[in-house]
């Protein structure tokens, strides 16, 4: 069995919240995560860009940077980057095998009783390469939560929650308070903790973990283009759609913050980290062959982030669009769609090749007792995209990334260009 088809393997133990094997698989690799500075991203929404603005940023200051981010679009080495670059498919490969044998050792030894998740492997993976490859500075996106999620194992320069909202209830609690709380877990004695604009019972709870672990709170500056920041005025960001000003000014705190504690960040780098980064497929227009439709992908896969893609059509004013949707059984299917309806001229769904997913048949029949428009099914994400443009030049995809990634990565093999 290669390395990937062994990590791979390691899916059908799900989800597992707990701190105790990645704290053995670390042990047993001589504790690589404590080889370099990091910074540690927890958030509903907004994590996986805000670590891509901040880690362009430092880039830009000069420093050599780790991105650690989850889950993948199509590639599970896309999840580990140097420099803004994903780690090769040999180096991933080379360095699972030698995690897999520390993992081996340590439960020859019996200091590792139950076989680690994907998660778990693939975060000491990410902590590894960076540490051969001689990083200064380590980026990571929590997977899930952040109390109990095994990237928690940092003892970073700054943490950071960049929004709060419904998702993962079944993990995380019913509550934005309950959700709170397990984001907030991410705060350590001392740790500067920048937060961006949380509802107000999950800032109340957040602060009060903060408080009790004597984390400071910082809180984002209510826009890029605050008067703080005058060097940020009339700035395009690279990554479209009202949601990513607020990202931003994470962001902007965040390096600010390294600026004061670690070394001075230049405005122009933080320029740079906010108009250069790139985060593919959120709210991202690819002109498809051979009809060159323009399909709009997107990787919004719970009610906010179905109500920030809603937000930016309607900021365009777009006419209502088809959209080919997929999503998992454990997602609030009502909440997405009742935030897509009105931008929505019918749905297109497919089936994600994932066990937890709803099936094209599935969705269609629940979408059809929500809505008033056309609701179909597809045999694939491709096929669902024909249809879809067949409908209208213009559509969108978005819902579980687990189907976006992959439609994404087969458009592009197959001559979809960037508009």
Not at 356 to 375: D, F, G, K, N
């Amino acid at each position: 069995m290669t390395p990937h088809q062994r990590l791979f393997a390691l899916e059908q133990f799900g989800i597992k919240l707990g701190l105790d094997n990645i704290r053995v698989i670390l042990a047993s690799l001589g504790h690589p995560e404590c080889a370099y500075r990091s910074i540690h991203i927890a958030g509903t929404n907004g994590k996986g860009s805000v670590a891509a603005m901040v880690e362009r940023g430092l880039r830009a200051a000069g420093w050599k940077t780790g991105r650690y981010t989850s889950p993948h679009l199509d590639r599970v080495e896309e999840r580990v980057a140097i420099d803004g670059t994903p780690i090769d498919r040999p180096t991933f490969a080379q360095v699972t095998s030698d995690v897999f044998d520390a993992v081996d050792a340590a439960r020859a030894r019996g200091d590792l009783t139950v076989t680690p998740t994907f998660f778990e492997v693939s975060t000491a993976v990410a902590f590894e390469i960076f540490k051969r490859a001689g990083i200064d500075v380590a980026i990571v996106e929590v997977g899930l939560g952040g109390r109990y999620d095994a990237t928690n194992v940092l003892t970073p320069a700054i943490t950071a929650i960049t929004s709060i909202a419904f998702d993962h209830e079944r993990h995380l609690g019913s509550t934005l308070s309950a959700i709170a709380f397990e984001k907030a877990g991410i705060a350590k004695r001392g740790v500067p903790l920048v937060i961006g604009r949380l509802p107000p019972e999950a800032a109340q709870r957040v602060r009060g973990v903060a408080h009790e672990v004597e984390a400071p709170v910082f809180e984002a500056p209510a826009s890029p283009t605050d008067p703080t920041y005058p060097s940020l005025r009339g700035l395009t960001l690279a990554l479209p759609g009202r949601h990513q000003l607020e990202n931003a000014t994470v962001a902007v705190a965040i390096l600010e913050r390294w600026s004061v504690m670690v070394r001075h960040v230049p405005a122009e780098a933080v320029v740079t980290g906010l108009t250069e980064c790139e985060w593919p497929a959120r709210l991202e227009w690819l002109r498809v062959p051979p009809m060159n439709g323009e399909l709009l992908i997107d990787a919004a896969h719970n009610p906010a982030g179905a109500a920030a893609l809603a937000s930016y059509l309607q900021d365009m004013r777009s006419e209502a669009l088809p959209i080919v949707f997929a999503a998992m059984r454990d997602k609030d299917l009502r909440g997405m769609i009742a935030a897509l309806e009105p931008v929505a001229a019918a749905f297109v769904t497919t089936t994600v090749p994932h066990a937890r997913a709803r099936s094209a048949e599935q969705l269609a029949a629940e979408i059809r007792s929500m809505v008033r428009v056309p609701v179909e099914p597809a045999e694939s994400a491709t096929a669902a995209v024909d249809r879809a443009l067949e409908w209208s030049r213009r559509a969108v995809a978005c819902g579980s990334i687990y189907m976006i990634g992959p439609l994404r990565a087969r458009l592009l093999e197959a001559g979809a260009t960037r508009v």
